[in-house]
């Protein structure tokens, strides 16, 4: 067989994401925190970008409604034309339009008129509090140890995780301060008569036991119990407690109780760790018997193309200087141009979907959850003729401030389950009622999964036991084996 090389044409169609739809598809699926990120590093990169401060030229800035209306897009194939002429797109051959640039282009961005409601408040969300470290210092300063003492508690004390406990052996300690294992833990029995009670223990056994200390007669029993029958007391087997150590119930379930009120974790309560307030995307407020939606934007950079370089193009002499000048500006403008554009389409793409979700759950805003829908992806995306891939994006770490709450957008999706003689009843909505029943049981004698299953079926719901059970896990809730109380 002989081998030759031939020309030949095909004519294929192909897909290609250009540089600035992957862009745009990447700005939509970022959360508003990773979002101002990237702004604020486009900004650092792009010289020709600048934020508009708000209090630069307030006249100047247009405030408009998200919805499509026929000046709104006359705005948007103005834009169009200017990007043309910004970026040069076209057949090549067209000249860059540098007196157009160079002209004061106003603010390209948005903003929502937020004039009915207001923010939820966010007073005493975030508070400075004392550390468990500064804590434990402040103790060990007012204790009377020696200078090789105070050197191994300040040790002890750096070494303690976030629940309080010893993250370093003994051992270690005794290596790094060049003293013996046995030093080390006289001043870890002192340490650990500090406050919080229970504090540098090394695991929950010795935690529970030195809170056992401060107990008073039933002391005994107590140690007895956390020594030797910490399983039977997770699984809350108190019977099998008591037969083992050949003690009464009764005297088994007092110190139970007494134990139930002791502290795992006692450095938690000076958890360092900041409680971070989750900023909403998009507000959704009752105006009369409609929804009124408002985007988001503050904190959120709005961005402009820079008129700074206008004497700095006017000063470059003539020639290769000027010319790698403006092929400089140029790329740089159409880089901030694309990314002003892929913001405003974000902004708009989660108006659009926000709002085809308010419309599809309408009777949760009205009712609450118990009116709440089945819904999926492919509705939203036929409702905005979108792509369900886009929709999924568009939902992802974006969160709505309702009347009834903050919830995140895919908090508002569901499956359905069939009701007989009705409408079928979103997932959530079944939860809720879970939720109920259980609120409702005799603490002493909990409903097994099979009794929950029973009672949704009076109300006309028809689910296995087992999907029971799932959705009891999803939201966190025992078995009923382990939601009985003997007291």
Excluded at 5 to 18: A, D, F, G, V, Y
Excluded at 68 to 84: A, H, I, L, N, P
Excluded at 148 to 162: C, K, P, S, T, V
Aim: hydrophobic share 35%.
């Amino acid at each position: 067989m002989a081998f030759e090389l031939r020309q030949n044409l095909k004519l294929t169609q192909q897909l290609i994401m250009t540089p600035q739809l992957q862009q745009a598809i990447k700005l939509l699926q970022l959360s508003r925190l990773d979002l101002v990120d990237m702004v604020n590093q486009e900004m650092e990169e792009n010289p020709l970008l600048e934020e508009v401060v708000s209090d630069e030229d307030p006249e100047a800035e247009k405030k408009i409604e998200p919805a499509q209306t026929e000046e709104g897009d006359r705005e948007e194939s103005k834009t169009v034309e200017r990007t043309g002429e910004l970026t040069g797109e076209g057949d090549g051959r067209e000249e860059f339009d540098w007196d157009g640039y160079l002209e004061d282009y106003g603010p390209m961005g948005v903003t929502y008129d937020r004039q009915e409601g207001t923010a939820p408040s966010w007073d005493n969300l975030l508070v400075v509090k004392n550390s468990l470290t500064d804590h434990l210092m402040w103790q060990l300063l007012l204790s009377r140890f020696t200078e090789a003492e105070y050197r191994i508690g300040e040790q002890i004390i750096g070494n303690l995780d976030q629940n309080g406990y010893l993250a370093a052996t003994l051992d270690e300690i005794a290596v790094q301060e060049k003293v013996a294992p046995a030093f080390v833990e006289e001043v870890l029995k002192k340490i650990q008569e500090f406050d919080p009670v229970g504090i540098a223990a090394r695991d929950l056994r010795e935690c529970l036991l030195i809170q056992a200390k401060m107990v008073g007669n039933t002391r005994s029993l107590v140690e007895r119990i956390i020594l030797g029958h910490l399983k039977d007391l997770e699984v809350k087997n108190y019977p099998r407690i008591a037969r083992k150590l050949k003690e009464s119930l009764d005297d088994v379930l007092a110190a139970v109780v007494i134990i139930s009120h002791m502290d795992p974790h006692p450095g938690s309560i000076y958890n360092e760790e900041r409680i971070q307030a989750i900023v909403p995307d998009v507000y959704v407020f009752k105006s009369g018997d409609d929804y009124k939606i408002v985007l988001n934007d503050e904190g959120l950079p709005r961005l402009r193309i820079s008129n700074f370089y206008r004497e700095i193009m006017g000063g470059m002499n003539a020639g290769v200087t000027r010319e790698n000048g403006k092929k400089y500006i140029k790329e740089r403008v159409q880089s901030a141009t694309w990314l002003i554009k892929s913001i405003q389409q974000r902004q708009k793409t989660i108006y659009r979907v926000t709002e085809s979700i308010v419309r599809f759950q309408r009777d949760f805003f009205d009712r609450g959850i118990n009116s709440m829908k089945p819904l999926i992806l492919r509705d939203i995306a036929d409702d905005v003729e979108m792509h369900e891939s886009t929709i999924s994006r568009v939902v992802t770490n974006k969160y709505m401030h309702t009347p009834r709450g903050l919830f995140e957008l895919k908090y508002f999706f569901g499956s359905g389950i069939h009701k007989p003689g009705s409408d079928d009843v979103s997932s959530k909505s079944v939860q809720d009622d879970i939720r109920k029943i259980i609120g409702k049981e005799d603490p002493r004698k909990p409903f097994s999964d099979q009794v929950i299953v029973a009672r949704l079926g009076d109300s006309g719901i028809s689910i296995a036991r087992r999907t029971v059970a799932k959705y009891r896990e999803m939201m966190g809730i025992l078995p009923s084996s382990m939601r009985k109380k003997y007291f």
